[in-house]
């Protein structure tokens, strides 16, 4: 049986990529205000930066309505075809509770994945599992593959501005303000349940952004099979140093290394100016 890969736009892929690739996106929910726009539908990239007000009220973001899954995957299973659906880690978002509840009116057709990760971390998932697809594996092939990434995969990430964290309920406001005041900058890792945990904190975020690449190389256990993307906000060179420092210290040449601009939602998380990196073992 054919198949066919559902993602939430969580994943940081375009609507353009996604389908070039031939991936079905699910718009996440983004609110400004009292105003409600879907998430690479009524709200490009470009818009959401020109509507951010750093100084203003700040966006929320929340999951696509269960019917929204529902109608996706109902496309596919009528016109034949296994879904296989790699959400966003269900520890950040309701999302894949959203996903998996769609997912039970079609048993048996449609297989929800929890990604463990967010951003272009479930990115490299979805765009794996695209080119295998495309290979012509079925559903099972696929499924282990992803749980071998998803095993493998890591991911760490920096913020130059706590507001967004706080206003997205990772860190307190205390937190939030003891930071601003000492000008202590957080890097925070993915855990293996899904989850971000603190990994350290610094002076600057110049020393942030130079720890993360370090970090980074120092836990791959086999970076000839890494397959890297580096995730900005709006901060195209502060991507482009990160990646230049990641190519100079590998001492291999990785399976891949691209950088991928962050959508709204984790935008709206983290605020502008955060980067990310994420790697998994093909």
């Known amino acids: 049986m054919a198949v066919a890969i559902v993602a939430d736009s969580t994943c940081d892929l375009s609507r353009s990529e996604a389908a070039g690739l031939g991936v079905d996106l699910v718009p996440i929910i983004v609110r400004f205000g009292d105003k409600e726009y879907h998430d690479g539908v009524d709200l490009l990239l470009t818009d959401f930066y020109i509507k951010l007000d750093p100084n203003g009220e700040l966006p929320v973001t929340s999951p696509p309505p269960e019917s929204d899954f529902e109608a996706a995957f109902k496309r596919h299973v009528d016109a034949g075809r296994e879904v296989i659906a790699p959400i966003v880690s269900a520890k950040l978002s309701k999302t894949y509770e959203r996903a998996l509840a769609a997912a039970a ?17 479930v990115g490299l998932i979805v765009t794996g599992a695209a080119k295998l697809v495309r290979e012509g594996r079925n559903a099972q092939e696929i499924l282990d593959t992803m749980n071998r990434w998803i095993a493998s995969q890591l991911g ?3 913020y130059p501005d706590l507001r967004f964290l706080a206003k997205s309920g990772r860190i307190s406001k205390a937190q939030m303000i003891l930071g601003t005041m000492m000008h202590l900058y957080p890097i925070v890792r993915l855990d293996k349940t899904g989850g971000l945990e603190g990994e350290t904190t610094v002076k600057s975020f110049e020393l942030a952004r130079e720890m993360i690449v370090d970090i980074m190389i120092r836990k791959l256990e086999h970076p000839e099979r890494a397959r890297i993307t580096i995730v900005h906000a709006h901060d195209q060179a502060l991507a482009d140093h990160v990646d230049t420092e990641l190519r100079k210290k590998l001492k291999v040449v990785p399976r891949s290394l691209t950088i991928h601009e962050a959508g709204p939602s984790i935008a709206s998380n983290g605020g502008p100016g955060l980067v990310a990196i994420f790697s998994l073992d093909e």
Request: net charge positive; charged share 20%; aromatic share 10%.
């Open 156 to 158: 760490y990430a920096t």
């Open 105 to 121: 009116k079609f048993p048996g057709k449609v297989h929800v994945v929890d990604t463990k990760t967010l951003s272009a971390g």
